[in-house]
């Protein structure tokens, strides 16, 4: 059966398995205990590889492939749980089944499918990756994505890295198709494809950076709170050791304290707290016979009550 594009021929030693009925070949290469053996598992996307007419890139993988034309999901479901290979793959990578487009009816037929396969494969080599499957120019580009966001959902949900590969062949390059618009043309669009798949396979197996050491931060010290008191109101001002003393309330100026005498004789006294008072003083008169018995009490520096002169009486001023 030659391929639409003429440059790609599928050989007569070809012959369809008991299994599914399809066309079906798997190509191991020779051990290489220096290299990661990678399996990939595909439809017949991948038989310009198998036939050798598109070499993959090798290092630093060791890449076997197992091509089965026209299978959708169930198909190539039953071919890996039929297939006998001679050594464990350190990898396996699935291309992603574009067949499911016609031979589904719905995207959630295709969806059970592709669950199915996912789970089959996984059953088998635990370590799988899925490159996205490259878009047809012959079918609904909406319909595509659908698809594809339906695939790339059920991988996420399984665990499974799906690499996108729609956006490496715009429609606007018709030449890296062939002429049925479903394969991809050997000398352009499968080149593109083998470097996707050696790609994925590189950041399968890419070492992720170590973590960064965090150091524990020493925790805070506590704090510890006194309790304290707090009395709020106005302090009651402190009484005198002697209940018959008596001191001066003034604003600006020193107090006598109790216990200390006045030098100063009375009426120079009552002049001064006149003048020192922080408020008004009505001037009062004493008789002759007061101020004797006052003089009596506190001598004062005059010869005789009678050498004080009052000052003239003030007027009230109403």
Known sequence: MAAVNGNCFWPRYWLPPHFTGRSHKLVIP???PDKKFVLIVGDSHLRAIVDGVVQMPEEPFS????????????ALRTEVLNAVLPRVPDAVCLLAPSNNLTASRTIDEASVDYVNLLRTIRSRWP??????FPPRLNCEVSYQDLLRQEYHRVSARMGVKYFSAVEYFPHTQPELWSRDGVHLSDDQGMGILVQLLWSAAMKEFETPPPAPRVSPRPSPPVRTFSPKLVVTGEAPAPRSPDPFQWQ???HGHKTSQPGERSQSPPQTRIAQQAEESSFPLNPVWFSSTVLDAMEEVSPSNLSSPVDYQPSPRHKRVI
Request: aromatic fraction near 8%.
């Open 63 to 74: 890449f076997g492939v197992m091509s089965t034309p026209g299978a959708a999901a169930s």
């Open 30 to 32: 020779p051990e290489s």
């Open 248 to 250: 001066l309330a003034s």
């Open 127 to 132: 370590n799988v990756f899925v490159v996205d």
